[in-house]
């Protein structure tokens, strides 16, 4: 029996949330040295007009480098680069 050729499927990938590519942006950004450890990242109104985007989009980013420990936020102060990103 011969078979014929089957398409495959075309696998999707979702697409990415805008938070998501900023904060990933902000981390290469860490990488790259722009942000050293312990420096103040830029300013939530700053990071809106930067990015062009509303202050929740930037909330989210702010919040996925916090829960991923490459960050801290220091209320009412801002929001540091770690010592040590990630640990």
């Known amino acids: ?7 495959t499927e075309e696998i ?5 949330y805008r938070y998501e590519e900023i904060a990933d942006d902000i981390l290469q ?5 722009e942000f050293l450890p312990g420096s103040r990242l830029p300013s ?10 509303t202050e929740p ?3 989210r980013a702010m919040q996925i ?10 209320p009412g102060v801002g929001v540091f680069v770690r010592d040590e990103p990630g640990r």
């Not at 999707?12 to 990415?16: A, I, L, Q």
Request: charged residues 30%.
């Open 1 to 7: 029996m011969v078979y014929s050729e089957v398409p």
């Open 12 to 16: 999707t990938v979702p697409p990415r």
């Open 29 to 33: 950004r860490i990488r790259a040295g």
């Open 44 to 53: 939530r109104r700053e990071l809106t007009a930067h990015y062009d985007v």
């Open 57 to 59: 989009v930037i909330d």
């Open 65 to 74: 480098l916090r829960i991923k420990e490459i960050t801290e936020t220091l």
